[in-house]
Structures are given as C-alpha cells and as structure tokens.
C-alpha cells in the first residue's frame, strides 16, 4: 500500500515563525500536492510537484513556498506565518498521470496547524 | 475554468436508509470524475472513480454513474452503515495526462443507529 506520511498531526507555531512541513512517500510517485482544508472552502491546492526541484504554482500559492530536494521529500514552508494560516495541511502523491493515466492521489492523514 | 459543486450538509441519516450526494461539474476537455471520502482524524482516499461518459465507479456498496448529458456524478449507497459517517469530496481531472484536481467543497454524513 501506498504511504504518506506527514511529519507532525499537530503543531503550534507563532506569528512571524518561519515554518516547515514535511511529507514523505514510499511508492516512489512523480507528483506530489500540498492542500489546506478549511470548513466551507473544502481543499485548496497550494502547490504541487511532478518532478525534483520542480513546482508549480496552485490556486493559493501566497504566503507560501515548497521544496522538493529528493523526489520522496515534498516540504511546504510558511516564511512568516500569520494567524489567517491556520488549517489543516494535507499532503498527497500520485503517479505520472501521462503514465499511469488517472491513477489517484494518495493522501496523508493531515497536519492540523494553528498560528497564535 | 474548471468547477465542482456539491450539496451543502450535514446529510443525517438513519442506519439503511438510502444515501444520494449530489454532485455536479463544469470543465473543458473530457474530464475523469473521483469521490473520495474522509474518515474522522484522516486524510483523503479514493472511494469509486469514472473515467468516460456511461462509466459506473462502484466500491463497498457506493455507486457514482459518470452522465455527460447532465454533468453529473451523484454517490449514491443503497443502505448506509453508522461506520459510513465521513465527509465526502467529489473531484475531476480536467483529461487523462492532466496532474491537478478540482475538489468540491465536501458533504458531511451522519449516519445515526
């Protein structure tokens, strides 16, 4: 089974804190997705991946920067944390969909960060 | 540009009654069609998918039937389960070789004994 794993369930940080998140998987996957989730909004794609030491830019990038050094490793890193941060953060990886067509995206089980 | 619309919840139900989630979508291309469903304190994983127009996704008891003609994707389950209490998302894929998803908003069930 494909695993994600997300460095910390829990973390609280403070206002101007440089923060990282780090996500790991084992299936050796080329795409790798940073959402948050927050009631009402439902996911939102931040950043993504699909290849080391390439991003792209989703629908919320502000405020935000990823790294990808190894191709398991996708970090996502808040430069200066603000209280309009705090939601959950999920991870989540998936195949090349050029080929392996419509495989889905595995997720992690989440990151619920509150900034004070 | 590419959109999904669920209906809002919570959906409370009682244990076997029948579940329909309503789901519709708008993209250019030829878009494949996802529900996935979140477990209380857990991440996203993928419930049924479609892939083409016709298609039925199905998985453990859950129906989704991929209709072109009225952009829809609907879940549905014939009896629900207490333990089937979870928020579920439905997505696209805007075509095959595409990365990226659209999620819609998710609808919560509960399911009461």
């Known amino acids: 089974d494909v695993k994600v794993t997300q460095s910390s369930r829990y973390l609280v940080k403070r206002t101007g804190e440089k923060v990282f998140l780090e996500c790991v998987q084992d299936m050796d996957h080329e795409n790798m997705f940073w959402y948050r989730q927050d009631p009402g909004l439902g996911l939102r794609l931040i950043y993504f991946s699909y290849d080391v030491k390439m991003k792209e830019k989703g629908d919320i990038p502000e405020g935000y920067s990823v790294s990808r050094e190894k191709k398991e490793r996708f970090s996502l890193i808040l430069e200066s944390a603000s209280t309009n941060q705090t939601s959950m953060y999920l991870c989540?990886?998936?195949?090349?969909?050029?080929?392996?067509?419509?495989?889905?995206?595995?997720f992690g089980d989440g990151t619920r960060l509150s900034i004070l | 540009g590419n959109s999904v619309t669920q209906m809002e919840g919570p959906v409370t139900l009682s244990e076997e009654a029948f579940l329909t989630i309503n789901c519709t979508y708008t993209?250019?291309?030829?878009?494949?069609l996802f529900w996935y469903v979140q477990y209380p304190g857990e991440g996203l994983q993928l419930l049924l998918k479609a892939t083409k127009a016709d298609d039925k996704g199905s998985n453990k008891g859950f129906e989704a039937t991929y209709r072109k003609e009225t952009t829809s994707f609907h879940l549905e389950k014939g009896s629900v389960q207490v333990s089937d209490s979870a928020v579920y998302f439905c997505a696209l894929r805007n075509s095959p070789g595409y990365s990226t998803l659209t999620f819609g908003k998710g609808t919560m069930l509960l399911v009461s004994p």
């Open positions: 989540a990886s998936s195949p090349s969909q050029v080929t392996h067509s419509n495989q889905p995206q595995h």
């Open positions: 993209a250019t291309g030829y878009p494949s």
